[in-house]
């Protein structure tokens, strides 16, 4: 009688088994790379990319908040100021930038907006950043030219409907939230428009002030004190609730609008592929920051405030910045707003 097959044992692994071993040492090595990386983070300054002008939002943004999460994190926050392509350029700077955690970025509504008008400058947001933690949002004000006839927002819808000529729509820019806006209120309502786009919505305001332009979507810190002094018109604020130092002014909500609510934030960004425990301590500094008074005096002040403590996670970022991606490119494929060329 044969014997069962004899099993040669030479000493070696079987290659799968070795295999498995050699992957989880290396998610070991990986682990614990990060978490040293991370116990040691950061050790010198941080740069955080604003992908527009000194002085626009996004500037404004991060100097509120930088002596303070300067402070939480212990070392200083550097802002270099990379413009260009609706801010694309500064945005594909950062992405392209070491996962280490020393460089961020800080962005706005417009990073899921202007991929789809400059293409070439274009990167993929949800692949090629990831989301520290959302740093304030904001709302805009429906305001107007004093030429123009209506007092109330029911009146100007009458307006723009029945006065036998289109009205003229100001906006900062092609794409622009302001725009986007303007073109989401037009449709609603069913009225046509002419569409003006400047450079900036300080040169959009004042054609409103001077009477050149009949309507404009624009921010509390641009449009708050020239309705007080009325000098332009507010129609409505497209916020959950009313603006405290203009109550008597609606919410887009309460005129029957809900869906002009529409948010303008920012956010924190970082490199994919940054190690999580520095994801995780950034975000930690930067709710520490959010939270301190004197950060909120200023939010106050600016017109701006913090998102709701559940959003603020980066896992809560991240899904937020994916819906808004989600939400901005059906309105641009729908409104057929051509790219740029560049």
């Known amino acids: 009688m044969r014997g ?7 000493g ?24 040293a990386a991370a116990s040691d983070y950061p050790s010198r300054p941080i740069t955080v990319i604003v992908p527009y002008a000194a002085g626009g939002p996004s500037d404004l943004a991060l100097r509120t908040i930088s002596d303070r999460l300067s402070k939480a994190l212990g070392q200083p926050i550097v802002a270099e100021n990379v413009p260009g392509a609706g801010g694309m350029i500064g945005a594909s700077k950062a992405a392209r930038a070491a996962p280490d955690g020393y460089t961020l970025l800080i962005h706005q509504t417009g990073l899921v907006i202007a991929p789809l008008l400059y293409p070439k400058q274009a990167i993929d947001v949800e692949k090629d950043l990831t989301a520290v933690g959302l740093v304030n949002t904001s709302y805009s004000f429906l305001v107007g030219s004093t030429n ?13 409907k029945d006065s036998g000529k289109p009205a003229i729509f100001a906006h900062p820019g092609i794409g622009t939230l302001a725009h986007l806006q303007a073109i989401l209120f037009a449709r609603d309502i069913g009225a046509e428009v002419t569409f003006i786009g400047y450079k900036g919505g300080g040169q959009a305001m004042s054609d409103i002030v001077g009477g050149h332009a009949d309507l404009v979507w624009a921010a509390p810190t641009t449009s708050a004190e020239l309705i007080q002094a009325k000098k332009i018109k507010g129609f409505a604020f497209g916020a959950p609730r009313r603006y405290a130092a203009l109550p008597d002014i609606p919410t887009v909500g309460e005129e029957g609008y809900p869906n002009l609510n529409i948010p303008f934030w920012q956010a924190l960004f970082a490199p994919a592929g ?4 520095i994801i995780d301590k950034i975000n930690a500094a930067l709710r520490e920051t959010l939270a301190d008074p004197k950060v909120q005096a200023a939010y106050v ?10 959003q603020l996670s980066p896992q809560a ?4 910045v994916a819906e808004e991606a989600k939400k901005w490119s059906t309105v ?10 560049n």
């Open 317 to 320: 970022a991240n899904a937020f």
């Open 274 to 277: 940054t190690p999580k425990p």
């Open 4 to 10: 069962a097959p004899q099993t040669k044992n030479s």
């Open 301 to 310: 002040e600016r017109g701006v405030e913090s998102f709701p403590t559940d």
């Open 148 to 160: 123009i006839p209506p007092k109330t927002f029911p009146e100007l819808v009458k307006w723009m």
């Open 12 to 35: 070696r692994t079987p290659v799968p088994v070795l295999s498995k071993l050699l992957s989880a040492v290396a998610l070991g090595l990986g682990l614990a790379c990060s978490a």
């Open 332 to 341: 641009v494929r729908e409104a057929n707003i051509k790219p740029e060329a």
